[in-house]
């Protein structure tokens, strides 16, 4: 009669003695667990995954998170970097901006890292994912040209140098491009002194600029030839820039025609440079199919498109400048003594006789010819009515 109470107390003890096992057991796994998963490795592991999935959101505030709660981590240089390479891959407008934000702030807590470089790279990138035509706006190409400049300086013997000289080259062939149309819409007008002033600064900004010959071969022109009372021109500019492009450009289209211009002029030719000689003629062997240029297709497709073609190939006449010289005076030596050339105390006056839009400047040195004239300012005065009947005969013929 007494053996149902003695197995339901067995029954009891063998319960309670599997429940305190398995609790010993939970207890004594639970902190092994926890020292070899290594909390801090797991949270960056699993962000980075993330980015790999584009769940950006995700990714930072995880890697806020570890940053926040392991403050001593050996993983807390890899999130600061790996937060800008969210946004960087992320590649909106907005998340370019915050990337270079990050990667700027990761140069300047964690400068000794062997990363700087690349978070140099990334920064400049950051910029040149941004660039647009010659003709748009060209902040995001002077930014780039800034980083990539900041690049080669810092960290010329970086994995990432070979590439950010290459970029270098297409960003300053962009800005080149940009500076020479709007001195070729000039020089098509005839507003010399604005021309020059453009042309003039682009050849020693740009040395590798692709159409760097025909810009010199334009400033020939502009300062030989001459307009009375507007254009003096200056013969002897005319010949250096004459003698520069046979020098620099030996086989350039117009070493010839330069050639041609410098015997007129009673000046000396120049022997080609041999070093730039052989860089030229390496270039012309190089295969045209080589060059990665877009093909039909894509060049019609990027008339419609923002992005600009960088596939432009460089003169090189060596490697891209990492520091601009000074502004170039554009005004013909008669303007001012010649020991003065390059000064920038000069002021703009309008010049109501040279076709619109130009400007001739003066300064301390004395006045230009159109503006000391009396004869030309009486002429001057008469060319606006002239102007306004020749608008009104256009539009009314019998008026």
């Known amino acids: 009669m007494n053996r149902r109470p003695n197995r339901t107390l067995l029954l009891g003890v063998i319960l309670t003695l599997a429940t305190l096992a398995g609790c010993h057991r939970h207890q004594h796994e639970a902190p092994d667990l926890a020292a070899s998963a290594e909390p801090d490795k797991v949270l960056f592991e699993r962000s980075i995954e993330d980015i790999k999935n584009k769940r950006y959101d995700v990714a930072r505030l995880t890697l806020q998170t570890l940053m926040n709660t392991y403050p001593d981590s050996d993983y807390l240089a890899a999130a600061k970097l790996a937060i800008a390479d969210s946004y ?123 159409q760097r010959d025909t810009t010199l071969w334009m400033l ?49 030719v120049p022997e080609p440079d041999p070093v730039l000689l052989a860089r030229a003629q390496s270039v012309e062997l190089v295969p045209a199919e080589a060059e990665e240029r877009p093909g039909l297709l894509g060049r019609v497709f990027g008339m419609f498109s923002s992005q600009p073609d960088t596939s432009a190939a460089a003169a090189r006449l060596g490697p891209p400048p990492l520091e601009h010289p000074e502004e170039v005076n554009p005004l013909p030596s008669v303007f001012f003594p010649k020991d003065q050339k390059g000064k920038s105390d000069v002021t703009v006056e309008t010049v109501e006789n040279a076709p619109a839009g130009t400007v001739i400047q003066t300064g ?17 005065d008469k060319e606006p009515t002239k102007k306004k009947k020749s608008f009104w005969r256009k539009l009314i013929p019998f008026a």
């Not at 040209?145 to 297409?170: H, N, V």
């Not at 021109?233 to 211009?261: F, I, M, N």
């Open 364 to 380: 301390g040195n004395g006045p230009g010819p159109a503006a000391t004239d009396p004869s030309a300012k009486k002429d001057d």
């Open 220 to 268: 020939g022109q502009l300062f030989q030839k001459k307009i009375p009372s507007y254009w003096p021109g200056d013969p002897e500019r005319a010949a250096e820039y004459y003698a520069r492009l046979v020098r620099e450009h030996p086989l350039s289209a117009y070493a010839p025609d330069a050639k041609t211009e410098l015997a007129h002029l009673g000046q000396p």
């Open 88 to 210: 960087f891959e992320e590649a909106t407008t907005a998340a370019l901006t915050h990337a270079e934000v990050e990667y700027k702030d990761y140069i300047t807590f964690f400068p000794n890292t062997p990363e700087v470089s690349y978070a140099q790279y990334r920064a400049a990138m950051c910029h040149y994912r941004q660039l647009e035509k010659p003709d748009r706006d060209r902040t995001h190409a002077f930014r780039a040209e800034e980083e990539f400049q900041l690049l080669l300086k810092r960290y010329p013997d970086s994995q990432y140098a070979a590439d950010g000289e290459m970029k270098l080259l297409q960003v300053q062939e962009l800005l080149a491009e940009s500076e020479f149309r709007v001195g070729r819409f000039y020089y098509m007008r005839e507003a010399r002194p604005a021309a020059a002033a453009r042309l003039a600064n682009l050849v020693e900004r740009y040395p590798n600029y692709s």
